[in-house]
């Protein structure tokens, strides 16, 4: 049995921050973790010469101010090597129209969208205004969704009065935007802003909140930014694990929570899990739990007997995307000419693709090849429930499918792939240990977003939730908020309600 003041629970990027954070503030941290390395969506893997990022391929907050720069400043640790992703992705909707290029420089992508989208400046104008708003709200780090005062008090002291005023909008969609600039009818920006929106929000137009839609559509541009990593994605939970080594954190690889109870005797958590080898049990007196919330239902069955009204929140949460990801390898000089890391097409058969290729020299492919990943989303329950035999067919169905865009897309010569495979959400549920290969966060749709989401106050003292269905905003960025706001509430239990970065 191992005593520990903090118990988190997954080595991704949101364990891994608030882990990090934590145990950088003295606290003393175990961090349990079921693969054999750090990472989870995050993560990266090898074949032959090539490294693959598993899901995520872009970053967030690297640039000065942005989330993940200011936590390696507080923790004291180098920010692993990025370039600005200028243009941030190329998207084309293939109906015979120019590609769009979104452009990193602020003004070379007003000038874009003004050819692009012809009339639209409203709408974007509209989107800074909020997005602004919401920047400042986001830096003074609220609290949310609120469930105690302590929340409330965070809450109050970040608002400004502009966010009173975009506060009206908290249950518009991004359609209703669109609506109040009359541009309703215009299919080609809705058919741009839809590929966008699903890809950072799970929702479309008419489903992604207004106040959070207006923030992810300025997310590319100056003073913010995509990056690319030098190497791989693995190298932001690097840097993290740095961090734990020098703060003396405890870090434990290969072991898998299997259930969580509360001793009421000992006032502390205990958490049970198992390796390859042996059972371990833990004792917390706070578990950070960073797997979906739906993992509780199976992790803290007993316990949450007891509180049925939470227990059906998590029960009914809306059903999360799966992925399908192709991951390949070729020659630099078997594709058309390149011009930016990040495409998005449309295909008419699959819907939207998002393609991550890697750079020349970033450590990802030796001298003249490239890798190339290709993702889209499925639904889960479509991979499971099959016979062995139907599931090898429609997985190898899926990989013909997606090869045969992609080469029709680039014009690549269906011989020169140099490699190909295919991870489906059963895949995914074995590296990430997601329920049924889920993968991102819950859809930003106006009844789930901000104050109507998911808090990671649960009912139980001190058990807390963090990862990509918390904060407002999934993706590495989004789940560091969540490490950042979970550390400050854990601290704040402890009588320091003082601590920001
Ligand atoms: C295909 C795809 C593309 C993406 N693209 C981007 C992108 O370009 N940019 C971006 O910012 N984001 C992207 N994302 C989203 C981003 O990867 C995730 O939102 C983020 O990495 C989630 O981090 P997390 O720590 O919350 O969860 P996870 O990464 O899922 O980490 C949870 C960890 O907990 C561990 N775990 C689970 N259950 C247990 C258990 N019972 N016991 C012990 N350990 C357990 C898992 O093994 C895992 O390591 C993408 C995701 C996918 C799937």
Redesign the pocket.
């Known amino acids: 049995m191992l005593k520990t003041e903090v118990l988190v ?9 608030s882990a990090a954070i934590l145990s950088k503030l003295g606290c003393s941290v175990t961090l ?4 054999t ?7 990266t893997f090898k074949r032959k010469d090539y490294v693959f ?8 907050g690297l640039e000065k101010g942005g989330i993940h720069s200011k936590i390696f400043n507080f923790l004291d640790i180098k920010i692993p090597e990025a370039t600005i992703l200028d243009p941030a992705c190329i998207v084309d909707l293939k109906d015979g129209s120019n590609p769009i290029p979104i452009w990193y420089k602020k003004n070379e992508w007003i000038a874009e969208r003004e050819v692009q989208f012809p009339g639209s400046s409203r709408f974007w104008q509209l989107c800074s205004l909020i997005h602004q708003s919401n920047w400042a709200f986001a830096n003074n780090n609220p609290v949310l969704p609120i469930s105690n005062f302590w929340d409330l008090s965070q809450l109050l002291r970040a608002l400004a009065p502009s966010n009173l005023v975009t506060g009206i909008l908290i249950k518009s969609t991004v359609f209703d935007l669109l609506c109040i600039c009359g541009l309703s009818k215009d299919e080609r920006l809705i058919k741009f802003l839809n590929l966008q929106l699903k ?1 950072y929000s799970q929702e479309d137009v008419y489903n992604t909140a207004a106040l959070y839609g207006s923030t992810v559509l300025q997310i590319c541009q100056q003073p913010h930014g ?1 990056w690319h990593m030098k190497k791989s ?1 693995q190298s932001l939970s690097e840097a993290l694990e740095d961090s734990l080594h020098k703060t003396g954190a405890n870090m434990i690889f290969g ?4 259930s969580i109870i509360f001793d009421d005797q000992n006032k502390c958590w205990k958490v049970f ?1 198992k390796s390859k080898k042996c059972y371990l049990e833990y004792h917390a007196n706070n578990l950070v739990y ?3 919330p739906q ?1 509780l239902l199976k ?1 803290l069955k007993y316990l949450l007997n007891k509180k049925p009204s939470y227990k059906n929140r998590l029960k009914t949460l809306p059903d999360p995307s799966g ?1 399908l ?1 192709f991951y390949s390898a070729l020659k630099t000089k078997h594709i058309k000419k390149i011009s930016s890391n ?1 495409y998005q097409f449309v295909s008419n058969e699959l819907g939207p693709l ?1 393609v ?1 290729i890697s750079k020349e020299g970033d450590g990802r492919a030796p001298k003249g090849e490239i890798t190339l ?1 290709a ?1 889209l989303f499925t639904k889960t329950k479509d991979w499971f429930n099959l016979e062995k035999r139907q599931y090898i067919d429609k997985k190898k169905e899926y990989l013909k499918k997606i090869s045969f865009e992609l080469e029709s897309q680039f014009n690549i010569d269906s011989e020169h792939w140099l490699h190909k495979e295919l ?1 489906t959400p059963l895949g ?1 549920e074995k ?4 329920p049924n290969g889920i ?3 819950l859809g930003q749709n106006p009844d789930i977003f901000g104050l109507f989401g998911l808090s990671s106050r649960t009912p139980f003292q001190g058990l807390w939730l ?5 904060y407002p905003g ?6 560091s908020q ?2 950042l706001m979970v550390s400050r509430q854990i601290l704040a239990s402890k009588g320091i309600d003082n601590f920001n970065l």
Not at 9 to 17: E, K, R, S, Y
Not at 32 to 35: A, F, G, L, P, V
Not at 37 to 43: E, F, L, N, R
Not at 474 to 479: I, N, S
């Open positions: 629970v997954g080595a991704g990027i949101a364990g891994l921050t349990i973790e079921s693969h390395q750090s990472g989870g969506c995050a993560g990022d598993v899901g995520a391929t872009q970053v967030a890809l995509l994605m072991q898998e929570v299997n899990a960073t797997p979906p993992s992790h992925a990801v990040h998002f991550s990943i993702s991870a995914f590296w990430t240990n997601r993968v991102g966060g963090c990862g990509d269905s918390i999934e993706g590495t960025a989004g789940v969540s490490a």
